[in-house]
């Protein structure tokens, strides 16, 4: 009888990747995927640990999945948690799962679900697609290019649950993108900790690539996927940028887009966390608030089309209200196309609880509300100037109402988005994972509508 496995996958889109792996492997020693609690012969659950909220939501997971199978076992970042006296967190709170890993940690999962649920038969027998398992929709997907961070920011403790930087080698990692634009992928989701250090922690290696030797470090990445999606008539999105001086070199890369139709986007997403030198030294962030507005108004001199997204922290401990003014008056010289802001959250093991003249819950959220105010203000100014232009757009999927879509400036799930009308001709539909050209001819708040 064939071993059936219930899969919760939370958390951020590299604990995505680690879900895919882990599906992919199952799938390949015989496994089935039960759609739901009651069809499934145990329970996989990849949690998040990075803040209070999401320790919150995977606990609740777990436990539902307790309640409704009986059988857990419990893989992700807060796996890799642990109490006060060293106990672990997770058993501590559900005595009754199974087994408890970290994150990336397929074998391990395996392991423990061979203990529980013995594998049907051999793996050579089964067939399996040649870029695995992928929870995204067809038309995208995440292209994880290294593991861990060499930071020590304080309000973070990602290098605790993953570790420092593990760089993949390049030819592994473009080999999974082209069989990725082979299977159909319109859009590809650069994501790592720290994608700007590709490469640091192997001296920038000498790979190869068809046939030719190609350094895994940044540029050499970007480049070698920028003419493979071109090929493929696809899009490559790149997420979590540093802004160190080397990402200036592929600046010229995202300008030619607009040429090409196809390749790397005129899109960074850069984790800047604040603006003023003192938080980010308090927050121990590898960056300084002056240098980064210089780059980014470099970057769009050198790039005109070019989005930037970034998040932001308000309130962290000791922020004063100076120091908030000065982020919000970089807001408005930057011109951050997307930004999101968290009012600052203690994280249990954050070097960040121990800083002095901690904010006040209140002050936090009035702060955060009053930089979300100014970040849609200029979101909706900066779209609004979109009206009347000519833009591609990828259709998500389609709906009698016409399609629903994102424009180069919108990643999946976390920017906006395109209605796009009904075609003129009734005979016309659109497809999902389909690139069409459309005239905007309004916008709503941070989304767009569009018209072919």
């Known amino acids: 009888m064939v071993g059936k496995v219930g899969f919760v996958s939370l958390g951020c889109p590299k604990a995505l990747v680690d879900s895919e792996l882990i599906l992919t492997q199952l799938s390949a020693e015989g496994y089935e995927t039960a759609k739901d609690y009651s069809g499934a012969d145990l329970v996989v659950v990849n949690t998040c640990g990075f803040i209070d909220s999401a320790v919150e939501e995977s606990l609740a997971a777990i436990g539902e999945a307790l309640a409704e199978n009986g059988k857990v076992i419990v893989t992700g970042c807060l796996g890799a948690r642990k109490n006060a006296d060293g106990s672990d967190l997770i058993q501590s709170i559900h005595p009754k799962v199974l087994a408890v890993t970290g994150p990336h940690a397929t074998d391990e999962v395996m392991q423990a679900i061979h203990q529980h649920l013995p594998k049907p038969h051999d793996p050579f027998t089964d067939l399996l697609p040649p870029i695995g ?3 995204t929709p067809k038309h995208y997907a995440y292209l994880k290019i290294s593991e861990g961070c060499n930071h020590r920011c304080t309000f973070c403790i990602i290098p605790n649950l993953r570790g420092d930087l593990v760089s993949r080698p390049i030819g ?3 080999l999974e993108a082209k069989r990725l634009f082979e299977s159909g992928v319109k859009e590809l989701l650069v994501v790592s900790q720290d994608t700007s250090a590709y490469g640091v922690d192997i001296q920038y290696r000498t790979g190869f690539w068809d046939g030719k030797p190609v350094k895994t470090r940044m ?4 480049n070698a996927l920028n003419q493979i999606a071109r090929e493929h008539q696809a899009w490559v999105r790149l997420h979590y940028v540093y802004p160190y001086p080397h990402v200036d070199d592929i600046l010229p890369l995202m300008a030619e887009f607009s040429e090409h139709g196809y390749g790397v986007l005129p899109y960074l997403d850069i984790p800047l966390q604040h603006a003023h030198p003192d938080v980010l030294k308090r927050m121990k962030r590898p960056a300084s608030g002056e240098k980064n507005l210089e780059r980014i108004l470099a970057w769009r001199e050198a790039c005109p089309d ?3 997204r970034s998040t932001f922290i308000a309130g962290f401990p000791g922020e004063t209200e100076e120091e908030f003014d000065y982020l919000l008056r970089f807001l408005d010289e930057a011109q ?3 930004a999101g802001c968290f009012a600052y959250s203690p994280v249990e093991g954050a070097l960040a609880n121990a800083l002095d003249n901690p904010v006040p819950d209140a002050v936090r959220e009035e702060r955060r509300a009053r930089f979300m105010a100014k970040a849609e203000e200029i979101s909706v100014n900066r779209l609004t100037k979109k009206i009347g232009k000519r833009i591609q757009v990828l259709i998500d999927r389609v709906d009698d109402a016409g ?7 919108d990643a999946p799930e976390i920017d906006g988005l395109v209605r796009v009308l009904p075609p003129a001709k009734p005979s016309k539909r659109y497809r999902a994972g389909e690139i069409i050209r459309a005239t905007v001819v309004s916008s709503q708040g941070h989304d767009l509508v569009a018209q072919t």
């Open 403 to 409: 399609g629903i879509g994102r424009t180069v400036g």
């Open 172 to 174: 592994e990692v473009l």
């Open 336 to 338: 951050i196309d997307r």
């Open 306 to 308: 070019l989005v930037i």
């Open 219 to 222: 540029y050499d990445l970007v």
């Open 133 to 135: 398992i992928k929870l």
